[in-house]
Nanobody, 114 residues
Framework: QVHLVESGGGLVQAGGSLRLSCAAS????????MGWYRQAPGKQRELVAT???????NYADSVKGRFTVSRHNAKTTVYLQMNSLKPEDTAVYYC????????WGQGTQVTVSS
């Protein structure tokens, strides 16, 4: 069982920055993928960015060049640095952990005002 706890959401003006963190605890397989998904009101949950335990990253086209995903393997923590935020980035952001099984965090609200 893996437990994920997110932090760092909030309200920011367009053009601003936020940093999300997600700490994993429990029995953590060494080979895994951690990342972030988001869900805006009335829309399906979508991929934002992922990073493997080996450091390979994947980004949604809509966030490339603005968001950076990173991780601290020793602490099994994943981060999402979000710069140049836009109102369309407003959503609940969910941490995700995959290693055979899949786990989700409780979500953190990010609101970008215009």
């Amino acid at each position: 069982q893996v437990h994920l706890v997110e932090s760092g959401g909030g309200l920011v003006q367009a053009g601003g920055s936020l940093r999300l963190s997600c700490a994993a605890s429990g029995i953590i397989p060494s080979i895994n993928v951690m990342g972030w998904y988001r869900q805006a009101p009335g829309k399906q949950r979508e991929l934002v960015a992922t990073i493997t335990s080996g450091g390979s990253t994947n980004y949604a086209d809509s966030v490339k060049g603005r968001f950076t995903v990173s991780r601290h393997n020793a602490k099994t923590t994943v981060y999402l640095q979000m710069n140049s935020l836009k109102p369309e980035d407003t959503a609940v952001y969910y941490c995700n952990f995959q290693s055979g099984r899949e786990y989700w965090g409780q979500g953190t609200q990010v609101t970008v005002s215009s």
